[in-house]
C-alpha cells in the first residue's frame, strides 16, 4: 500500500491453524512484528490498518537503529 509517499506491505502469515503472524514492511525491508497472532489474516490486515491509521506511517518508516541501511 503507498500512504503518502511511502510503500508498506503488509504481511499476514499463517503460523498455525488459526494463528496469524502481523508484519508490516517498509520499503527498506525493516519489519514491525505484532507479538500476538490473530485468528484470522482479515482481522490481521485490519489490526495494521487501523495501527497505521491511528499511529501514523512515520511510525513504520522510521530508520532509528537502520540507518546503515541508507548507506549504499
Known amino acids: 500500500m ?3 509517499s511511502e510503500r508498506l506491505e503488509i ?3 499463517e503460523i498455525a491453524e488459526a494463528h ?3 508484519a508490516v514492511r517498509n520499503s527498506l525491508g525493516v519489519c514491525s512484528v505484532w507479538v ?3 485468528k484470522t489474516p482479515e482481522i490481521a490486515i ?3 490498518l487501523n495501527a ?3 499511529e501514523g506511517v512515520e511510525e513504520f518508516v522510521s ?5 546503515y541501511l541508507l548507506d549504499e
Open 20 to 22: 496469524w503472524q502481523l
Open 46 to 48: 485490519d489490526a495494521a
Open 52 to 54: 497505521i491509521e491511528s
Open 63 to 67: 530508520v532509528e537503529g537502520f540507518e
Open 2 to 4: 503507498i500512504v503518502g
Open 36 to 38: 500476538e497472532s490473530f
Open 11 to 13: 504481511v499476514a502469515s
